[in-house]
């Protein structure tokens, strides 16, 4: 059963059981600025799993694509990539889990045929603090299930995760119990921070065992179903949302709500019982051409051809949604994407025309299921092989720069691995290649070049984190009562940014954090002090009169022959939410789709005596002003 196969069976499946399949959504989020990228299925529904009506009724199920940018630097080994897919199917306030996990037992083991004996589970162990009992309603439904296939399935407590390299895998054991670090969901991270009215509950997870690899001792003394090994992988997980934060603890949902996610990816990994992720039939065919181009062999060239594949996999449909390769947000990350593998094509001696040669055999992967693939081949093309081009330029930037910073006339104001890393970081010039040329220059290595060139990197990568932190992380995950003010105040500044500037001034980007928001626009100069001026006055005005916010279901073609304003580049379904900014009386202020979050009344925005202000205007790109602004 190919992954393509996996794919519409699953999709077949929850239609029969009542389920309408829905599109999947763009990778970069829509009407969410505070997020670069869809990262899991749930993502883009999640409004409806806190309340909201979705309109396909209360049923659906889709294959979302996803990225995950912080994975990139694990990609090499055999489980992980940056893009996949998410299988997921979704009930609001309709069936639980008496329904959920028999409905996925047997699409696991009667449709996609994977050996019942090769399954393990996890599920809640309860959390005393907040009278939030373990989950035992699951463990014993899986326990029946497992019965059924002839297998008596042996319950484990766990607990946390370093607990579990303790217990490791008791034999007869298939139901694990683990603490809310890893069978407990919200939109946050501890159960601890949650905040009053959030929802959340447990979750029960499936994995696969590939019982002929060797546990491996360095991550702990013993292997268990959340252990990274590899023995162990997860196929699915059910969120069970029923419960809701108060003040004083937890309290019952009044609809429960579940939310499934099941990577096709590794599931097509656990139907061919490979540990190697890379064989699977949405990726292999990129490991052949490769072969083909290079005349190499992925057995011997494994990590190169792993990344290369990943990596244009990811900026293809990248391409396909609209991003082209840039130094902002996502167009940075999809260079990122794009130079590391140009960088591994150039160990295989492919150097030139790899994108040429590579992403059509990825448009023939999905033409069948994701059509738009194949429709933008020509664009997608096009845009990649720009970006390889540019960047063999960068290479031999990175040359001349190499000749400043290691020729031996010059003493060097840094260490070797400083160096290294410079031409790495500053010019994109792979340390691997700043190593071979030093030996053919017959330049020695310090012995603790590397040691220096770790250092900066560590450095290097705890500033990106802090960042991403507001930046790569602050979306749907943080609905903070402060971010939701400067969402809401963004709407309010955009039509000031019209009235003052002119009707030409377009959305071209926004990014929203704890600390500021921050918001991208066409206008062709500088915007004035007496304008800045004129705008927080508009503002502050809307602020004081304490307007309304609220939002209705609209015909997409109708909102928007009707003046109703959209983000940038946004792609939207039959239907969209506007948003409404204005006084009681029906004149509207402001009329934009968006997916939130928001105030329900603008004079919420003044709390504490806070007025808007804004910071700082500057160029963000030509013909594209940027301004960061304050409630304060």
Request: hydrophobic share 35%; proline share 4%; charged share 25%.
């Amino acid at each position: 059963m190919t992954a393509q196969e996996i794919r519409n069976a699953f999709l077949d499946y929850a239609k029969q059981n009542g389920h309408t399949i829905i599109p999947r959504a763009n990778l970069v989020p829509q009407n969410d600025p505070t997020t670069l990228f869809t990262g899991s299925g749930m993502q883009p529904l999640l409004p409806y799993l806190l309340g909201q009506e979705h309109q396909a009724g209360t049923r659906v199920a889709d294959s979302q694509t996803c990225l995950r940018a912080e994975d990139i630097d694990e990609v090499g080994d055999n489980r992980h990539t940056t893009f996949f897919e998410m299988l997921g199917n979704w009930s609001f306030g309709d069936y639980f889990k008496e329904q959920q996990l028999p409905m996925i037992f047997k699409f696991m083991t009667d449709i996609v045929g994977l050996d019942p004996k090769k399954l393990y589970v996890t599920a809640f162990i309860g959390h005393k603090e907040y009278n939030i009992p373990k989950d035992t309603e699951s463990g014993e439904i899986w326990k029946g299930l497992f019965k059924a296939k002839g297998i008596n399935a042996k319950e484990v407590e766990i607990g946390s995760e370093a607990d579990g390299y303790k217990i490791g895998t008791p034999e007869g054991a298939r139901i694990f119990y683990y603490d809310s670090t890893k069978n407990w969901w919200w939109r946050g991270n501890k159960i601890e921070d949650m905040p009053a009215g959030e929802p959340g509950g447990p979750s029960t997870e499936m994995f696969y065992e590939f019982d002929f690899v060797q546990h491996n001792k360095s991550y702990g003394e013993k292997c268990h179903p959340n252990c990274d090994c590899g023995r162990f992988v997860e196929i699915g997980n059910n969120v069970l949302m029923q419960y809701l934060r108060t003040k004083t603890g937890f309290v019952n949902l009044p609809k429960r709500n579940i939310d499934f996610g099941g990577g096709l990816e590794r599931i097509a990994q656990a139907k061919m019982d490979s540990p190697d992720m890379f064989k699977i039939s949405v990726i292999w065919p990129i490991i052949e051409k490769l072969e083909k181009l290079s005349g190499k062999k992925y057995d011997s060239h494994t990590e190169s051809m792993r990344v290369i594949a990943d990596h244009l996999r990811t900026a293809t449909f990248l391409a396909v949604d609209g991003v082209v390769p840039s130094n902002k947000t996502q167009g940075y990350v999809m260079r990122r994407f794009m130079r590391r593998a140009i960088r591994y094509a150039f160990e295989l001696g492919i150097e030139q025309g790899l994108c040429e040669q590579i992403v059509p055999v990825i448009a023939d992967i999905y033409h069948n299921d994701f059509p738009e693939v194949a429709n933008s081949r020509e664009q997608i093309v096009a845009t990649l092989v720009r970006e390889e081009k540019a960047f063999r330029q960068t290479l031999r930037k990175g040359l001349r720069e190499f000749d400043k910073l290691f020729d031996e006339n010059v003493t060097l104001r840094m260490s070797q691995g400083e160096a290294i890393f410079m031409l790495h970081d500053t010019y994109g010039f792979p340390y691997e290649l700043t190593l071979e040329e030093l030996y053919k220059r017959d330049i020695k290595l310090d012995e603790n070049w590397k040691a220096d060139f770790d250092k900066v990197m560590a450095k290097q990568k705890a500033l990106s984190q802090t960042a991403a932190k507001g930046t790569f992380k602050g979306g749907l995950a943080d609905h903070s009562e402060i971010t939701t003010k400067y969402h809401t105040a963004t709407h309010l500044m955009y039509k000031s940014l019209r009235i003052v500037l002119g009707d030409h001034v377009i959305q071209r980007g926004s990014n929203i954090t704890a600390e500021r928001l921050r918001f991208d626009f066409s206008h062709p100069e500088k915007v004035t002090a007496d304008q800045i001026k004129q705008i927080e006055d508009i503002v502050n005005e809307g602020i004081i009169k304490d307007w309304p916010m609220g939002y209705r279901e609209e015909n997409t073609k109708e909102a928007l022959a009707a003046g109703v304003m959209g983000a940038f580049g946004d792609k939207y379904g039959e239907t969209v939410k506007v948003y409404t900014v204005g006084d009681p009386d029906g004149v509207n202020y402001s009329r934009e789709i968006c997916g939130g979050p928001h105030v329900t009344n603008t004079a919420k925005l003044a709390e504490g005596g806070k007025k808007f202000k804004i910071t700082k205007e500057e160029a963000s790109s030509a013909g594209v002003r940027r301004i960061k602004a304050i409630l304060a």
